[in-house]
T-cell receptor
Framework: DGGITQSPKYLFRKEGQNVTLSCEQN?????MYWYRQDPGQGLRLIYY???????QKGDIAEGYSVSREKKESFPLTVTSAQKNPTAFYLC??????????????FGPGTRLTVL | RKEVEQDPGPFNVPEGATVAFNCTYS??????FFWYRQDCRKEPKLLMS???SGNEDGRFTAQLNRASQYISLLIRDSKLSDSATYLC?????????FGTGTRLLVSP
């Protein structure tokens, strides 16, 4: 049963702590993405990776870091440098555009709250 | 100007009504267009891709007007289960750009 999984579903963090959000996919997709969504706002791109061992900053990368050591996994670390980390974090994957499509499929999301 | 603009709504319609949403985009080089549906506190899910010739999937019809740079979604015979936020999505350089969504509320 192919899909994208994210864990945990809910995460609470104290100020000053780093936390890592997990994203795994078994769709054999090359590209993976991280977004955050705030109430009443659209999705904003944090980081993306078109291929293993390579990733690029999105529109709001400050205070976040990622790694892409395996095709299936794209973890996101929210560091203490992120000033307003409370948000809904969504991971997505796709077959890159040069293969004819860039439809993105989303995981169920992680809701992060900073206490 | 935002890259993708949508009327946030909400659009309140009775069951059985026909409702249409529009979306405008600023990047004339965009090649791919989509409508996603997002339920409250859930992830977005692909509703349909939008093709230049227009396309239909059951009660849903999507149209693309490249000259005017807008995309539309028409929902016929609205169901209670259609209540959700509909996101207009347009391709950019190596990424997709999401609109903030149009909220639809279908009432009995």
């Amino acid at each position: 049963d192919g899909g994208i999984t994210q864990s945990p579903k809910y995460l609470f963090r104290k100020e000053g702590q780093n936390v890592t959000l997990s994203c795994e996919q078994n769709l054999n997709h090359d590209a993976m993405y991280w977004y955050r969504q705030d109430p009443g706002q659209g999705l904003r791109l944090i980081y993306y990776s078109q291929i293993v061992n390579d990733f690029q900053k999105g529109d709001i990368a400050e205070g976040y870091s990622v790694s892409r050591e395996k095709k299936e996994s794209f973890p996101l670390t929210v560091t203490s440098a992120q000033k307003n980390p409370t948000a809904f974090y969504l991971c997505a994957s796709s077959v890159p555009r040069d293969r004819g499509t860039d439809t993105q499929y989303f995981g169920p999301g992680t809701r992060l709250t900073v206490l | 100007r935002k890259e993708v603009e949508q009327d946030p709504g909400p659009f309140n319609v009775p069951e059985g009504a026909t409702v249409a949403f529009n979306c405008t985009y600023s990047n004339s080089a965009s090649q791919s267009f989509f409508w996603y549906r997002q339920d409250c506190r859930k992830e977005p899910k692909l509703l349909m891709s939008v093709y230049s010739s227009g396309n239909e999937d059951g009660r849903f019809t999507a149209q693309l007007n490249r000259a005017s740079q807008y995309i539309s979604l028409l929902i016929r015979d609205s169901k209670l289960s259609d209540s959700a936020t509909y996101l207009c999505v347009v391709s950019g350089f190596q990424k997709l750009v999401f609109g903030t969504g149009t909220r639809l509320l279908v009432s009995p």
